[in-house]
């Protein structure tokens, strides 16, 4: 792909995102039905491509087929989960400020669309509708970077979005795709201009790979090294209850928790915490290497911790900032974690499992950022926007 | 300085910055009047330090010398503002999103301090009292790097600071300092565990550095090409008070604008515009190789456009997203002009000067933000915070 290329797709995003922008919601919520529609219209020929990159990919794990696999019932959910995303609020024109400033100038600031949105995933193919959605509803255009596995079928889905975008008179060039060229993905993220933003979802190599080189701004989702701390005053039930589902509940994922800290007081609960987490086929592991490791498996690090401090100093420490969760009946516990640890979510009595755009009311997400700066947090429609100033004087001038 | 030192700096800020996060209002606003009155009763030794600054800066142009100068005015001035932020709401704990999710689960989001804020500025050693006291404020450690010229002075005032910090109970190194050499900047910004977010302050060729170089991200204020589109329909009284204010307010700054558009229907008002610009010594440049030039001084574009759509086109090309106005008594075209021009301010009928985060009424700022991420338009307190959320749950675990 020559430098021509890269340069009139992310022009034909940017001529596209200005026509996007000024949209209103049912014009836009029209497009997103549209794309439904067309789903369920083309079921046939989306289910026939994935076929051929499932048997292309028939030397690869199950869990990644499975992840790849398309047949009618998953595209009937896609085409739901389109018309759920339309369903949303429009957080384009919310306003934030609103105020009357000198001599009776009219300040307000509202939500407007990013811009330019590229998004770079694994072999997931409703992620190709789901982030693509999600942007359309926000007023941005994407450029899509899917995978190699999935080509055959983004190319389909891809096709049939921007058919029912035109028919509903939206830009083609709101969704856009690079192809799965590694070297094209460094040219285009060497150019600040490219995009306004690259979101991540999923694989560290290609996170590392875009922080290191990218010149656009990364909505980063470190990998999540999330913490249960069973406090002195914790119960037992809630504690075992917790320390079990959010490693077990669905492991390989970043909110699953990786490392167990029990007060000194609370260790004749460690045999209790150890057997149930046994039952489910963990491996418990006590020894301070496993601090550092994000499992995203049935194995979990184990420690005794001598009080909240040090379970905080670890947290600190060894945390990535993604979802810590304390078991306490201790109010003052609770309020000192809740402060005192840094982190996109913090929970008290409840499992790190929880963090999740659809499980916080946000709707549909664009995966989870752990990022200081714009968006932290699950990224959902709100977080693809940034805001405008708009002040409306009658021939004001500044003395 | 070796890279020891460079880590310390940076790893006592995030200590001082993890005593900061949780303080209450009540203890950060004693330690800001702390600092106020540190300042007032030790102005001699401040007003000294900064005369050998102005001694060695003798050979410096005017503008320069008396940007670096503080006399005991002006350290009066510096204590009152550092009462006035401490006046300010703080923006700590301020609830974005409270709701109720499945199995009665209670999920707060609130905004929490950013972290540590490193601010690469020139000489103006307010800036060094102004910023470091808005992180305070916000609940954030910071790092300053401010200009050779300045040394002494920054040397003083950040002594003062650290002083009164302490004699209130917060840490010194809530307030630090780097050096003045380039190198050691550059260090530390390769870090991107040295700070949160960078802010630059002015000066061009430092902001392209650190766009350049720095793996922290950098809250970027572009330069300011701005513009002023007379309408159609504009009054022409409005419209010249209007194109000379946001030309010869302070032509150096970046929310003066640096081009006239002018509709074609209203071609009749370019010589009253051109005179009423000329009479301020405004020099008027009619070719195209204007468009792109943010002057900074008393020279301005001056394009005739065919019509809004022209004007929109000329603004999304050569603008820098920063403040754009129109003069126009249309309601369909101000909407236009609103909704389409894609900028961190737009004006109807009002000069591109009140982008300004004191006019705003947030207060002081720490610059004017063009990144679309994030923060955009005035950098208040506000925008010096993440956010988290607290999930409040009995035991909850995701099924």
């Given at each position: ?199 991540p ?6 996170k590392?790979?875009?922080l ?6 990364v909505l980063a989702a470190a990998g999540g090294n999330c ?27 970043c909110n ?38 994000e ?24 945390g990535t900032a993604h979802s810590e ?17 840094d982190a996109a979510a ?9 963090t ?11 995966g989870i950022s752990t990022s200081r700066l714009h968006a932290r947090g699950p990224i ?20």
């Open positions: 792909v020559s430098a021509v290329t890269i340069h009139s797709v992310s022009e034909r995003a940017r001529a596209a995102a200005r026509l996007l922008a000024p949209l209103d919601t049912e014009a836009k919520n029209a497009a997103l039905q549209a794309i439904a529609e067309e789903i369920r219209a083309r079921k046939g020929e989306i289910v026939a491509a994935n076929r051929t990159d499932l048997d292309a990919a028939a030397s690869e794990r199950s869990s990644i087929r499975d992840r790849l696999k398309l047949d009618d019932e998953r595209c009937e959910a896609l085409a739901r989960a389109v018309e759920d995303v339309a369903a949303l609020p429009d957080p384009v024109g919310t306003v934030l400020r609103e105020r009357t400033l000198e001599d009776g100038l009219e300040l307000t600031q509202s939500r407007v669309p990013l811009g330019v949105v590229l998004i770079v995933y694994e072999a997931r193919p409703n992620v190709t509708v789901d982030a693509a959605v999600l942007c359309v509803k926000s007023g941005n255009a994407c450029i899509l970077r899917g995978s190699r596995l999935a080509e055959r079928t983004n190319e389909i889905l891809l096709a049939v979005m921007r058919d029912a975008l035109e028919s509903a008179g939206l830009p083609a060039d709101s969704v856009q795709a690079l192809s799965t060229d590694r070297e094209e993905l460094r040219r285009v993220i060497a150019d600040p201009q490219a995009a306004d933003v690259v979101v979802r999923g694989g560290e190599e290609l590392k790979m875009l290191a080189h990218s010149k656009i701004p913490h249960v701390y069973v406090d002195a005053s914790a119960d037992p039930d809630k504690a075992v209850a917790i320390a079990v589902n959010a490693k077990v509940h669905r492991p390989g994922v699953a928790a990786e490392t167990l800290l029990v007060h000194r007081d609370r260790e004749d609960l460690v045999p209790r915490l150890r057997a149930a987490l046994e039952e489910q086929g963990v491996e418990v592991l006590e020894d301070e290497t496993a601090w550092e490791t499992f995203l498996d049935l194995r979990m690090g184990l420690r005794v911790v001598d009080d909240l401090d040090q379970a905080l100093d670890h947290i600190a420490r060894y969760a304390i078991v306490t009946e201790d109010p003052a516990a609770a309020k000192r974690f809740t402060k005192e640890v913090v929970y008290v009595n409840a499992s790190t499992r929880f999740d755009g659809g499980v916080y009311g946000m709707g549909a997400e664009m959902g429609l709100e977080e693809l926007t940034t805001t405008k100033y708009v002040v409306i004087g009658d021939g004001h001038v500044r003395r």
